[in-house]
């Protein structure tokens, strides 16, 4: 991808999460990687915020490297969803019990477009 990458690492060891962004022409791409709990979840909600003032067509977060996603983790998804609105794309990236199944357990992938790829998700299929 051609853009931007900015990426922030946790002040925290016992809660270690590396946020990534990257734009191309319209996809604002978010790779979250580490736990999201707590502790870092605002973070993650600051860096979806900026991602999606910068008015993309679409916003794919690929939380495939997340190893432990939280309830606070989740609603920062939602959040996000929300906030991105009617005219752009929010797509979430997740696979494996640690990112998917939390997701499905909670009923969010009827409410959130989630992919089983990055490329999946990139082109919408």
């Given at each position: 991808m051609v853009g931007m990458a900015t990426s922030t690492g946790s002040s925290d060891p016992a809660a270690p999460l590396s946020?990534?962004?990257e734009r191309s022409d319209r996809v604002?791409?978010?790779?979250?990687?580490?736990?999201?709990?707590?502790?870092?979840a605002p973070r993650v909600e600051e860096v979806l915020k900026a991602a999606l003032e910068e008015s993309p067509?679409?916003?794919?977060?690929?939380i495939t490297g997340v190893t432990f996603l939280s309830s606070a983790g989740l609603a920062v998804l939602v959040r996000a969803r929300h906030r991105a609105g009617p005219d752009t794309g929010f797509r979430v990236v997740a696979s494996g019990s640690a990112t998917l199944r939390p997701i499905q357990l909670t009923g969010l992938d009827q409410e959130l477009e989630v992919y089983p790829s990055r490329e999946k998700a990139m082109a919408g299929t």
């Open positions: 946020v990534t962004t604002m791409l978010v790779e979250i990687a580490g736990e999201l709990e707590l502790l870092n067509g679409v916003v794919v977060v690929d």
